[in-house]
T-cell receptor, first 113, second 112 residues
Framework: GDSVTQMEGPVTLSEEAFLTINCTYT??????LFWYVQYPGEGLQLLLK?????DKGSNKGFEATYRKETTSFHLEKGSVQVSDSAVYFC????????????FGSGTRLLVRP | KAGVTQTPRYLIKTRGQQVTLSCSPI?????VSWYQQTPGQGLQFLFE???????NKGNFPGRFSGRQFSNSRSEMNVSTLELGDSALYLC???????????FGPGTRLLVL
């Protein structure tokens, strides 16, 4: 079945460092891909999405490009802030998965001042 | 526009009891999905409702059930609670079910 694999955390960075969180997926169809963020004690917030190959999702300085050839959707940010500290989830949704969201295990990001 | 709301936010129950959680979707959204989040299993899909009909169900025992009302509000029920049911239960809504899902803050359930 469909699945999502994320890099293990925690990822610890200093403020203004460059961020990459790797995400790869397995899907038989053509999924939509998402990044959600979860701040402590809160639910999930949609960060960005891409619905077809080569689409780039972006929001709040974060970017991710849907790469069908490498089945990847890596999250990047050029300069992280302390306020970016959170858990980031990569997810997919497709007809083959009956449109339920399938999540990766999450990657915790800690940004130090 | 108000986001997805969930009540209660926190709940403590004992083994064997039952619990009902409530979710109000974003106005106009007709699809509601429920997810369970635990440290060990991560985020797992429970079920989805659309126009009062369960359209999709995850791999959870029959103790987990849900329903949706004509105003799209949804409830999920867990009977005969077990310690392993302790989790954050998240509700998400979307317009038609195939679109982006927006999540509520969750209900944190602790079973003692």
């Amino acid at each position: 079945g469909d699945s999502v694999t994320q890099m293990e955390g925690p990822v610890t960075l200093s403020e203004e460092a460059f961020l990459t969180i790797n995400c790869t997926y397995t899907a038989t169809g053509y999924p939509s891909l998402f990044w959600y963020v979860q701040y402590p004690g809160e639910g999930l917030q949609l960060l960005l999405k891409a619905t077809k190959a080569d689409d780039k999702g972006s929001n709040k300085g974060f970017e991710a490009t849907y790469r069908k050839e490498t089945t990847s959707f890596h999250l990047e940010k050029g300069s992280v802030q302390v306020s970016d500290s959170a858990v980031y989830f990569c997810a997919l949704r497709s007809w083959d998965s009956s449109y339920k969201l399938i999540f990766g295990s999450g990657t915790r990001l800690l940004v130090r001042p | 526009k108000a986001g997805v709301t969930q009540t209660p936010r926190y709940l403590i129950k004992t083994r064997g009891q039952q619990v009902t959680l409530s979710c109000s979707p974003i106005s106009g959204h007709r699809s509601v999905s429920w997810y369970q989040q635990t440290p060990g299993q991560g985020l797992q899909f429970l079920f989805e409702y659309f126009s009062e009909t369960q359209r999709n169900k995850g791999n959870f025992p029959g103790r987990f059930s849900g329903r949706q009302f004509s105003n799209s509000r949804s409830e999920m029920n867990v009977s005969t609670l077990e310690l392993g049911d302790s989790a954050l239960y998240l509700c998400a809504s979307s317009l038609q079910g195939e679109e982006t899902q927006y999540f509520g803050p969750g209900t944190r359930l602790l079973v003692l």
